[in-house]
């Protein structure tokens, strides 16, 4: 699947912030099974400072200073993408859950790859036993790592209830838990949780779904905003494995991966710190348009304001 995908994030300020400093990540970069083409970046006010960087897991930052007075701030992003269908896997194939346990602690490995950075307790995923004991249910002595992990997924879809209303984006794992009720970023946080607390390897991944579904299918949660789902590390011969808890789906060609990390904190859209007083308001608008395969890779480019750089939103809630 090609997709041109179009992100909105606009910021309104009740006076004026005379300085502010950001971190964006609103462009998706290429990884395995996709390959961007083309992106680009706008932002009002016009930034005076622009600093582009790759963070650990291989982010695309855009590190920005405005120093000009706004109540108003205004990011406007495009890239054009193209997503291979994922490989169909046997969940029952592959090594167990404990083999894959052990491998990661014997792991040596360090690279940004590596599970060894997604197996432990990070700033919004620490360890709950609630959660570990609700997620040990699905992982049984013996029991293969993908059908484990696949079965917890479902789980989560099943018991808990997508509820925009019921949290927000600071909302601890433990009390979506609870609630039994959420939306991506929670389900995502919740079932990484889960796994962690059983030793295994699971990463946060944000990114976006196709707005519009193929004929006959049903469209699917989260396809409006920024989405979230799991990353499982499945063992050296299956690899990582991506699981949408929200929809109950293995991640293939519908979904666009943004940013990876530990958790939310590491993928959040747009962070930094401003000069200012009052209240804010955060407004959001995604686009995920399928394109045809003869489409030309290079996007139209017009008003181009700051330079090419990658984005989301940190206020939002994913989902």
Known sequence: MRY??????AYSYAQP????RHILRMVPVSRPGQRVTDSHITVDPEPAEWVETRDFFGNLVAHIRLETAHTRFTVRSSARVQVEPAPERDPAGGPSWEQVR???????????????????PSPAVPLRAEITDWARKSFPAGRPMLEASVELMSRLYDEFAYDSRATDVSTPAIEAFEMRRGVCQDFAHIMITGLRGLGLPAAYVSGFLRTEPPPGKERLQGADATHAWVSVWCGEEIGWVGLDPTNALVVSSDHVVLAVGRDYTDVAPIGGVLVGS?????????????????TPDAMPRAGIAGEAGGMDDATENPG
Not at 4 to 9: G, P
Not at 17 to 20: L, S
Not at 102 to 120: I, T
């Open 4 to 9: 041109d995908i179009h992100q909105t994030t």
């Open 17 to 20: 912030v005379p300085v502010a």
């Open 102 to 120: 052990e491998a990661v602690g014997e792991s040596g490995d360090l690279s940004p790859l590596s599970p060894v950075h997604q197996a432990y």
């Open 278 to 294: 009052g209240r804010q308001k955060l407004s959001v608008a995604v686009d995920v348009i399928p394109m045809p395969e003869e």
